[in-house]
């Protein structure tokens, strides 16, 4: 058994070291770990944990079978897929994440690697905060934050639309090797805010 003090409010990533650590990195051997200060983060009405990945595969991009791993390829930081959650249909078709519209949404968003950062971004949205290391320290309305491999940055936001929002890696191209995930807002639409109402708005 291992106790820690976890002494510096934040949120970061755990991962195993175990040798070589790239390799074990590589196979997705991370995660997120939320130290929340004294008292707690205040309240929101959700909270959603997304980890970005980059995978090295024998096969080209769509090979179907099981596809061993290249180190040739990690060495030389070509991916063939990015995925958030594990799978490139993770978020975008098996488990979109669900939100109303008004309501407070942080997004704990993380890179396991092991190579790529994210150039983090909602599509349609503005963050209302976004922090990296202490809670108390944040960057107000930001659209595309970078957060580098090895780390989680916190998103807090707010949709004031209904809709299907893409979350994306903005280093745009990669959309297309898998990082994309859906955020769907029900709600009703709102003229004030945004007028006509967008084709295909979920209500
Ligand atoms: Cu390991």
């Given amino acids: 058994m291992l106790t820690f003090k976890a002494l510096n409010p934040g949120i970061y990533v755990y991962h195993c070291a175990f040798t070589p650590p790239w390799h074990h990195i590589a196979q997705g051997m991370y995660g997120a770990i939320l130290v929340e200060p004294k008292g707690g983060l205040p309240k929101v009405d959700r909270e959603f944990y997304v980890m970005q990945s980059d995978w090295y595969t024998i096969g080209a991009n769509g090979d179907k079978g099981h596809q061993m791993f290249s180190e040739a390829k990690a060495a030389a930081?070509?991916?063939?897929?990015?995925?958030?959650?594990?799978?490139?249909?993770?978020?975008?078709?098996?488990?979109?994440l669900k939100a109303n519209v008004g309501e407070k949404i942080r997004?704990?968003?993380?890179?396991?690697?092991?190579?790529?950062?994210?150039?983090?971004h909602i599509i349609g949205e503005i963050f209302d905060k976004v922090w990296s290391g202490s809670p108390d320290t944040f960057v107000s309305n930001e659209e595309t934050w970078y957060v580098p491999p090895g780390s989680v940055?916190?998103?807090?936001?707010?949709?004031?639309e209904p809709g299907q929002y893409l979350l994306v890696d903005h280093a745009i191209y990669r959309v297309s090797k898998g990082a994309a995930g859906a955020l769907i807002v029900s709600g009703a639409w709102n003229n004030d805010v945004y007028s006509p109402e967008a084709a295909g708005a979920s209500h």
């Fill in 77 to 96: 930081e070509q991916p063939e897929y990015f995925t958030f959650n594990g799978r490139t249909d993770a978020l975008a078709k098996l488990y979109p």
């Fill in 107 to 120: 997004l704990f968003f993380g890179v396991g690697g092991p190579n790529i950062g994210s150039n983090f």
């Fill in 153 to 160: 940055s916190a998103f807090e936001l707010t949709l004031q």
